[in-house]
């Protein structure tokens, strides 16, 4: 049965107020557009979990949308501070729970294989283990010596970008894969947005291909452009000057309303924000192709 | 002797170049340590093995990355993997030489903060955080950091201690069982900083032209140096050259400072 379905459907039906949402996305594949549409729809009270933030957070939070932020590293990556985050942080009006990037990555991984937490050898560090109760230790039953653990994560929904999907959800990636599938596997119902909706036989000529399968997958979304400012590999350049805009849009919050009024109020969907970001951007991010040597399964 | 003049960027990244071995497979973070370890591949150490946190390995990058998980990372690299991959079975098991470090603050014991200035759950400025550098810090090899010399970058103590260097004292780092050897050198625009055997951070060498005094002028603590503390080899035309017309034609990380 087809999982089609528009961005606004699937957020509509699959996100609620008071749910822990990851969207996923190491710098590559950011589902920028569903996070504007949760917005659109005013979501509220939200725990937003990301190994980075990024811009898709700062604006969520901007946006009223989160309750608590669970990460490992609240930067603007190559840029600078994550200014909304940063603030209300530090203003108590946000709560949250940090983790370095490996213990971050290992709750999905727990989470994705149905463990209760996940060991981590000694790092030496002290302080982040003395500030968050749910890092904790147990003593390893093979060699007796104390290992870190953390616990598994399980978001109420995983958005994961990916380049194609067929109409089943059999989701395809590369280039920087992150924590797509730990994400897609420990969350509890996963929405695919999808640069291309292909043909089943498509995704079966590269099986070794297909990140995400279908039978996880409960919603299938045609997003074109879905991860700009971030980009899809293959498809469109990283876009690093709105990265640095942002670091002056976020100056102010008269200027982040502004931009929220005009880049996600005031269009409809990821279609339209693609086509208002005009001719002399596309162009910018356009890419060159480089292609992969074709490989043979055999047909057997 | 170079002609030319140079910036304090330049000068950290060359000498952070120059501790570079062929061969080492190094964790590598954008900026700085980016363009320390192409020019290290460009001069002696021809197969550096460069790894990304992003998953990325043996990148052979075409343009200056802005952000760690850049596309042109990807295009011509010879693999990619998860997060939870990079992580597991190259940091934790081994199989990383080097890592490079940065934070707000480094301390007496090489300890870094690049968490939180003030009180951690009532922030007075709040940093980025750990990302991977806990996990660099406590088990790459060695470990260096470049950091302009400054007073309040270098405090007796740190706030927080996001990465560990060697605690209060190299005995308590040993005694976690984190695997790494801790941070090794720390490159500053006026010298070179290196563990004692307690892990306490002395001088060890200083830039041509630079002097003691300015080392301590701008350390937070009372800072010893080493018996000996030698002169660095001045930085090389070559060097520049490779730096500012190959790796950085724009000057994104090099120019002013």
């Given at each position: 049965?087809?999982?089609?379905?528009?961005?606004?459907?699937?957020?509509?039906?699959?996100?609620?107020?008071?749910?822990?949402?990851?969207?996923?996305?190491?710098?590559?594949?950011?589902?920028?557009?569903?996070?504007?549409?949760?917005?659109?729809?005013?979501?509220?009270?939200?725990?937003?979990?990301?190994?980075?933030?990024?811009?898709?957070?700062?604006?969520?939070?901007?946006?009223?949308?989160?309750?608590?932020?669970?990460?490992?590293?609240?930067?603007?990556?190559?840029?600078?501070?994550?200014?909304?985050?940063?603030?209300?942080?530090?203003?108590?009006?946000?709560?949250?729970?940090?983790?370095?990037?490996?213990?971050?990555?290992?709750?999905?991984?727990?989470?994705?294989?149905?463990?209760?937490?996940?060991?981590?050898?000694q790092n030496a560090a002290p302080d982040?283990?003395?500030?968050?109760?749910?890092?904790?230790?147990?003593?390893?039953?093979?060699?007796?010596?104390?290992?870190?653990?953390?616990?598994?994560?399980?978001?109420?929904?995983?958005?994961?970008?990916?380049?194609?999907?067929?109409?089943?959800?059999?989701?395809?990636?590369?280039?920087?894969?992150?924590?797509?599938?730990?994400?897609?596997?420990?969350?509890?119902?996963?929405?695919?947005?999808?640069?291309?909706?292909?043909?089943?036989?498509?995704?079966?000529?590269?099986?070794?291909?297909?990140?995400?399968?279908?039978?996880?997958?409960?919603?299938?979304?045609?997003?074109?452009?879905?991860?700009?400012?971030?980009?899809?590999?293959?498809?469109?350049?990283?876009?690093?000057?709105?990265?640095?805009?942002?670091?002056?849009?976020?100056?102010?919050?008269?200027?982040?309303?502004?931009?929220?009024?005009?880049?996600?109020?005031?269009?409809?969907?990821?279609?339209?924000?693609?086509?208002?970001?005009?001719?002399?951007?596309?162009?910018?991010?356009?890419?060159?192709?480089?292609?992969?040597?074709?490989?043979?399964?055999?047909?057997? | 002797?170079?002609?030319?003049?140079?910036?304090?960027?330049?000068?950290?990244?060359?000498?952070?170049?120059?501790l570079?071995?062929?061969?080492?497979?190094?964790?590598?973070?954008?900026?700085?340590?980016?363009?320390?370890?192409?020019?290290?591949?460009?001069?002696?150490?021809?197969?550096?093995?460069?790894?990304?946190?992003?998953?990325?390995?043996?990148?052979?990058?075409?343009?200056?990355?802005?952000?760690?998980?850049?596309?042109?990372?990807?295009?011509?690299?010879?693999?990619?993997?998860?997060?939870?991959?990079?992580?597991?079975?190259?940091?934790?098991?081994?199989?990383?030489?080097v890592g490079f470090l940065g934070g707000?603050q480094i301390d007496r014991f090489g300890n870094i903060n690049a968490?939180?200035?003030?009180?951690?759950?009532?922030?007075?400025?709040?940093?980025?955080?750990?990302?991977?550098s806990q996990e660099i810090a406590g088990w790459a090899n060695r470990c260096y950091i470049m950091t302009?010399?400054?007073?309040?970058r270098f405090p007796e103590k740190c706030d927080f201690i996001t990465s560990a260097g060697f605690l209060n004292g190299r005995a308590e780092r040993e005694a976690t069982g984190a695997r790494g050897g801790g941070p090794l050198v720390i490159v500053t625009?006026?010298g070179i900083l290196e563990p004692d055997e307690n892990g306490e951070l002395i001088l060890t060498a200083?830039?041509?032209?630079?002097?003691?005094?300015?080392v301590?002028?701008?350390t937070g603590w009372a800072i010893r140096a080493a018996e000996?503390v030698?002169?660095?080899?001045?930085?090389?035309?070559?060097?520049?050259?490779?730096?500012?017309?190959?790796?950085?034609?724009?000057?994104?990380?090099?120019?002013?400072?």
């Amino acid at each position: 049965m087809s999982k089609i379905c528009s961005l606004a459907e699937a957020i509509q039906q699959f996100i609620h107020d008071g749910d822990t949402v990851f969207c996923a996305g190491f710098t590559h594949l950011i589902p920028f557009a569903a996070g504007h549409e949760i917005i659109r729809q005013g979501r509220k009270n939200l725990t937003l979990a990301r190994a980075t933030p990024d811009l898709i957070y700062d604006q969520m939070v901007a946006a009223g949308c989160a309750k608590k932020l669970v990460f490992s590293y609240i930067g603007n990556p190559g840029v600078g501070s994550l200014r909304i985050v940063r603030e209300e942080m530090e203003a108590g009006r946000l709560e949250w729970e940090e983790y370095s990037h490996f213990g971050m990555i290992s709750r999905l991984q727990a989470g994705a294989a149905g463990l209760p937490f996940m060991p981590m050898n000694q790092n030496a560090a002290p302080d982040l283990e003395k500030n968050n109760p749910n890092i904790r230790r147990v003593k390893d039953p093979y060699s007796g010596r104390e290992v870190l653990t953390v616990p598994a994560l399980h978001p109420d929904v995983g958005i994961i970008h990916v380049q194609r999907a067929d109409k089943n959800g059999n989701a395809q990636v590369w280039g920087i894969l992150g924590e797509q599938k730990e994400a897609a596997f420990a969350s509890k119902d996963v929405i695919i947005t999808a640069e291309e909706i292909v043909d089943e036989d498509v995704i079966r000529s590269d099986p070794n291909r297909t990140l995400i399968p279908g039978l996880i997958v409960k919603a299938v979304c045609h997003v074109p452009h879905c991860a700009h400012p971030s980009y899809t590999q293959g498809y469109y350049d990283r876009d690093n000057v709105f990265y640095l805009n942002w670091d002056k849009i976020s100056e102010n919050r008269d200027s982040v309303n502004s931009w929220l009024d005009e880049w996600v109020f005031g269009v409809k969907n990821a279609a339209e924000y693609w086509e208002k970001l005009g001719p002399e951007t596309h162009a910018r991010l356009a890419v060159k192709p480089r292609y992969a040597a074709p490989v043979n399964y055999g047909d057997y | 002797m170079s002609e030319l003049t140079y910036t304090a960027s330049e000068l950290m990244c060359i000498n952070a170049a120059r501790l570079l071995r062929d061969g080492d497979v190094v964790f590598v973070g954008v900026g700085l340590p980016n363009l320390a370890c192409n020019l290290a591949r460009r001069t002696h150490a021809p197969s550096l093995q460069m790894i990304y946190e992003a998953g990325v390995i043996g990148a052979r990058p075409n343009r200056l990355p802005l952000s760690i998980g850049d596309p042109t990372l990807v295009s011509g690299a010879s693999s990619v993997c998860s997060m939870f991959d990079i992580f597991s079975l190259y940091l934790q098991r081994g199989n990383v030489d080097v890592g490079f470090l940065g934070g707000a603050q480094i301390d007496r014991f090489g300890n870094i903060n690049a968490t939180v200035i003030g009180d951690y759950h009532k922030p007075k400025v709040r940093l980025p955080g750990s990302g991977g550098s806990q996990e660099i810090a406590g088990w790459a090899n060695r470990c260096y950091i470049m950091t302009p010399h400054q007073k309040r970058r270098f405090p007796e103590k740190c706030d927080f201690i996001t990465s560990a260097g060697f605690l209060n004292g190299r005995a308590e780092r040993e005694a976690t069982g984190a695997r790494g050897g801790g941070p090794l050198v720390i490159v500053t625009n006026l010298g070179i900083l290196e563990p004692d055997e307690n892990g306490e951070l002395i001088l060890t060498a200083l830039h041509p032209g630079c002097t003691y005094d300015q080392v301590k002028e701008n350390t937070g603590w009372a800072i010893r140096a080493a018996e000996t503390v030698r002169t660095t080899e001045p930085v090389t035309d070559v060097e520049l050259k490779i730096l500012r017309e190959e790796l950085d034609p724009d000057g994104a990380y090099l120019k002013g400072s």
